[in-house]
Structures are given as C-alpha cells and as structure tokens.
RNA sequence: GGUUCGGUAGCUCAGCUGGAUAGAGCGUCAUCCUUCUAAGAUGAGGGCCAUUGGUUCGAAUCCAAUCCGAAUCACCA
C-alpha cells in the first residue's frame, strides 16, 4: 500500500515546486482524518507553515490543489480546517485496492533481508518452566515470526543452562531422598520430577541452617557449613573434573528435564533451529580475553585477574577472568557471542532476556565492539519486563510461582467449559473438539501476554481467569471464524465490486491497507503488541460492519461481491497477523 | 548514592518521531438475537495524563527539577 507514502511524496514535491523548499518526504506527517471531519487522510500544515512564512489557509491551498493534480484520480477533494490539510479518497481507488489485493501476499518483503539470530527460552534444567517464561517464549517466538514475514532469514536458537550449583543441589537432593525414583515410576513429567528436587533441597537446606543457629552458629556461618550445601559445591567440583559418576548422573538427570521440556515447547508451539548448551559453552571466550589483552581493551591487575574500564562510557569496571584464570559468565557469552556470529554468519542477534539482565547485555555489547567482533553492533537485547502477581514478584522458594504447564492446561480447561456451555459445536468429533480447545485457551494466554508494550512489566492475577471477551485472542479468533462460516455460504468467487463505498466499508479498505505498515513497525520496535492491538483493531471494525451490512444478503449483486472480497481480505489478514503472535485462528467456533 | 525503566479512567493497558474534543478492554448501567455465529453490536457513565516549572502557535508526548515504584551497579548465571 503506498498511497501514504505518494501523499507524503506529492507534498513534499509541491512544496519544492512552489516554495524551492527542499522537504523529504519523510517529514510531512500524514494522519487518518477524525471521523467527524470530512476526508480520509491528513496533513498537519504547522510543521511548514513558519518555515515557509505563509498563512495555513494559504499554504493548503497552494497544496491542495498541487497534491491533487499529482494525483488525479485518487484525490477527489480536500479541504482545511484550522491548519489541517484533508484529502478526499475517491472510492475507485478503493474499489480498484479491494478488487487487486492478493489474500495470500499481504505483506511486500523488504527491499534489503538480513540474516537475523534470535535467542530466546534460556531455561534451566533444575526446575520447570514457568509464566515468565511463557511471556520470554511467545516473545521470542513471535519477533522471530515477524521478521520473517518482513523477508528476513532468521534463525531461532535457545540456550540452555544445564550446569552449575544449581543443577548439582537438584542432583544432591534426589541422591538424598529419592530411592531410585524416576520420572516414570511416579508418573511425573521430569521437569516437575526434577524441579521437586530442586525444592527438596531448599527445604533441607533451611532445616540445616535453623539447627545449626540453635545450636549457637551466626546464620552467616550457617549458610557456609550446611552438610547439604557443602555436598553440593563438592558435587559441582566432581563435574568440573568430570567424575563419571557424577556425570552419569547429570545426563540422566538432564535428560528427564528434556523430556519434560519438549512436552512444553510442543504444546505451547516453540522451537528453534539450534540449541546452545552451557556446559559446552562456558569454556568460551578464553581466547577473546588474551586478544583482549593484546589489543589493550582489558587490563590486568596485580593479582593478575583480568579487566575493562568502562568508566569512559558511565559504567564500572567489570571482571572478565578470575584470578585463579577461571572465566565469569560475561567471558563465556562474548565467547558465545563470537560462536554464534560465526556459524550463521548473523547481521544481527537478537536476545531475548528480562529487564534484570540489561546492565549484562549493555557491557556485552560494548565489549564486542571494543574487541571489534564482526556485526556486533547488531547486538541487541530485546529487554521485556517482570510479570508480577498482584502480590509482587513471583518466587520458587515462597511456592508463589505460576507453572507454564499448570496454567496452559488451565485455560485450555476454561476454553472447554466456554465452548460447551455455547454449544455451537455439536457437529464436531472428538478430536476436532481437543484441537479447538487448545486453540483458543492458548490463543488467550498468548494473546494476553503479548498484547502489552514488551519492555513494560506486567500484572497477572491467577484469581481472575483471563478474559475471552474484548482485547482478547477469542475475541479475534472469534471473528475470524464469523467471517468463515459467512463465506462458506456465500461462496469464495468474486466478480464486479461496484462503483460505490459506504464509511464502513471505506474504512474496512484503509484498515487492511495498514497491515503491511504496521508489520514493519511491529518488526522495527520489535514488538508483537503492535499487531495485537491492529488484529483487535482491525476485528472491532469488522464486528461493526457486520452488524450494519449484511454480505450474503447485500442490496446488489456488486455490493454482495465487495463485501465477499472485503471478507476474504478480513480474515486473510486476521489470520496472518495471529500466526506471527504464534496464535491459530479456527474456522469455526 | 550512580545508572536505566516506569507513573494515563475503579482495574489492565494503548497513545509518547509534539497537532484537532486523551482512547480501548474489563467492571457498572441501559438497549439489540423469527434476518450471514450475541465469544458480538450500540449507547451512557467514568480523567488536574504523578507534581512543579520551562520550550512552543500548540505538550500526555520534548527539557529540567521533585515525589512514588521497579531493576541494576556480583570474581551467580
């Protein structure tokens, strides 16, 4: 759709015809007229008027009349109103838009496709995922969707954090406590399985500490001196070494979380082309830190640790090599960073990581700069916030986590319930019914944690269910499944569109006409929420229409055909944008 | 204390590259199913856009200060 894009173009070459004023294009803003001013698009004439010198009144004549001699046959009228230049579409050019546009091309490619890396999920293996995790994984999943739309080529890689002491007090505690228990012999799914264990050992843990301060310890000692921390550490040491025992262990441990995950990402519709695993990784970035060195980005200090000031730049020093030679974790993702880069030959990477981390990923990014590591300017940490219960934060230790699998099966059990109590399916079997629960359970948690701005936190009350009416994935699902059933009786053929629009079909035709804008915004600010609030935008407008304007049974044979088509394109572009925010649209509901 | 992010209707959020009377959804109240799916539509009510000052023809939007909240400033990942 590049009617936006010729107005602005047309404006600024009048101005440059009339005045000898260079303006790029870019600068003239072009606006939907209000409802109740008569036009289709605006142009704010204040912008030129100082630099111009002349009146509005004035000014939007000499533009008016230029734009639309520009463009004959699309301009029909404007007119000005207090500074406000508006444009009268003719309706042969919507006509003309409605009747040529492609159901199945919606959006043009971009002119220039990047390689394009998207990290996103990172879980760790000794507990099971949980909502915010859910907000992470749709994020994730859905920029990588977008950017494919736009032409990109994009690779989805996870990485998973499989090591460290963490890991080891899971390990530590199903030694203690489990007997040989497994997964299968208690009908568990291994990450809840091994999350359990996880918890065990917090439990044990505190128990310990509260003996050893009755006992007369300071609780500082305490926390260094509980036996089951001790073993712990011990344990960790015994996989650094790779004691075979410990690294039986470890695997069979790790793989029953694997299992559990793959369940997960299965059901929630994640997947990614590659998977990075720390404890291959963590060794990484060794050699970047001599280069370092060698290049005077880092410094070292007496005790012989490694450094980089980046006071210069408002930030501290930060630590990128022990002084017993060890790397942090800063060390291993420039590394990773570095791996990356190389094997998929990225012009961008994307992570996908909490708030929490951005001072991390500020310096990271720095770093690779300062080492001079290709395309790492194309760094970028896809910052999003907290989902916090109206009780603040969630946290594993005070139970108040909310698990991904427990509420996925929650709101596909609601979207059952909903659905039977409408019984508007009957004539669907079993299986049928299975599909469509999903669908719509997880299109509302999907479309719940995706409609808001990415960066802000967000509130998540498990008290109230999440709503399948108004701002809501059903509500467009919905919808689409209206717009289905009409065409399914009135067929999908369509010929003459006529000559002639009514304002909610007009508008019905500029809303389409924004999709492909709005996907390339959503994909510039790399964020989902702009196509969320355009599906629930562009749904509303048509619930409004069919309220008014019937299709199948439309005053004329062309007006039946327009609105078929303006069907077609409805549901095309509903489903197109629900499929980027990873959410399926039925046919019928 | 430094840095970063946020504060818009009772609640959850849009709007923030300055533009016409600040918008949705939920909740509340009222209307609309013998006519294409009422998970819908239509209307009412609800606001000192945190505060104060500045820039501007024009500020929710930009700047400064203040207040409140969060994250971070780890040789954890």
């Known amino acids: 759709m590049q009617l936006i ?25 072009v606006n939907a007229t209000k409802p109740e001013i008569e036009g289709d698009y605006t142009i704010v004439l204040f912008a030129f008027v100082k630099q111009l010198g002349k009146s509005p009144d004035e000014l939007g004549n000499a533009l008016g009349e230029a734009v639309m001699a520009k463009m004959p046959g699309t301009i029909t009228a404007f007119n000005i109103v207090k500074g406000f230049l508006n444009f009268t579409i003719s309706d042969q050019f919507w006509l003309d838009y409605i009747q040529a546009t492609d159901a199945n091309k919606l ?23 949980h909502l915010g995790h859910l907000r992470n994984n749709f994020l994730g999943w859905s920029i990588a969707e977008i950017l ?10 996870c990485i998973v954090n499989d090591r460290g002491i963490h890991i080891c007090k ?24 091994v999350g359990d264990y996880y918890v065990k050992y917090n439990d044990a843990y505190k128990a310990e500490m509260e003996t050893l301060i009755a006992g007369g310890m300071t609780k500082e000692i305490a926390e260094q001196e509980a036996p089951i921390q001790k073993a712990a550490q011990a344990m960790l040491l015994k996989w650094e070494q790779g004691d075979a025992e410990t690294m039986d262990l470890w695997k069979r441990m790790n793989e029953w979380v694997y299992a559990g995950f793959d ?5 929630i519709g994640s997947d990614f082309f590659k998977t990075y695993y ?11 830190v001599d280069q370092g060195l060698s290049k005077k980005v880092f410094y070292q200090k007496e005790d012989s640790s490694v450094w980089i000031d980046l006071t210069s730049e408002g930030l501290d020093e930060k630590i990128v090599r022990r002084k017993d030679g060890t790397s942090v974790y800063i060390t291993q993702d420039i590394g990773l960073a570095e791996l990356k880069q190389k094997e998929f030959n990225t012009d961008a ?14 310096v990271l990014k720095l770093i690779c700069q300062k080492l001079q590591l290709p395309a790492s300017d194309g760094i970028y940490h896809l910052s999003y916030g907290m989902v916090e219960l109206p009780t603040g934060k969630m946290k594993s230790r005070e139970g108040t986590v909310v698990d991904a699998d427990d509420l996925v099966d929650g709101m596909i059990q609601i979207a059952k319930e909903k659905t039977e109590s409408l019984g508007k399916v009957d004539d669907f079997t079993a299986a049928q019914l299975e599909k469509l629960y999903d669908t719509i ?3 509302a948690l999907k479309f719940f944690l995706l409609r808001v701005d990415p960066k802000k936190k967000m509130i998540f009350n498990p008290e109230e269910s999440i709503d399948f009416h108004g701002f809501t994935g059903p509500f467009i699902q919905y919808t689409h499944a209206r717009i289905k059933s009409i065409l399914r009786k009135t067929g999908t053929t369509v010929k003459q569109v006529g000559t002639s629009l009514l304002p909610l079909e007009k508008a019905l035709a500029m809303q389409l006409a924004n999709f492909s804008a709005e996907v390339n915004e959503a994909a510039e600010a790399l964020d989902p929420s702009k196509l969320a609030i355009y599906a629930f935008n562009l749904a509303k407008l048509f619930n409004s229409f069919y309220a008014e304007l019937s299709i199948a049974n439309a005053e004329s044979e062309d007006k039946k055909n327009l609105r078929i088509q303006l069907g077609i394109l409805t549901a095309a572009t509903l489903k197109q944008a629900m499929q980027v925010l990873g959410i399926e649209v039925p046919e019928q509901m």
Not at 171 to 191: H, V, Y
Not at 263 to 267: F, I, P
Not at 349 to 362: M, T
């Open 263 to 267: 369940v997960t990402y299965k059901k």
């Open 5 to 29: 894009q010729n107005l602005k173009q047309a404006t600024a070459d009048a101005i440059q015809s009339i005045y000898q004023v260079q303006i790029k294009s870019e600068q003239v803003l």
């Open 148 to 157: 494919k739309l736009q032409g990109n080529d994009v690779v989805k890689t």
């Open 349 to 362: 990477s994307i992570y996908v990581v909490g708030d929490e981390q951005n001072y991390h990923f500020k």
């Open 107 to 129: 959006v043009t490619p971009t002119a220039n496709p990047k390689k394009i890396m998207v990290e996103y999920s990172s879980p760790n293996t000794n507990k099971p995922l």
């Open 170 to 193: 899971s390990m530590i505690a199903w030694q203690l406590f489990a007997s040989g228990a497994t997964p299968e012999s208690t009908n568990m799914k291994g990450d809840h399985f």
């Open 441 to 443: 359970g997880l299109g």
């Open 278 to 288: 720390e404890s291959n990784t963590y060794l990484l970035g060794k050699d970047l």
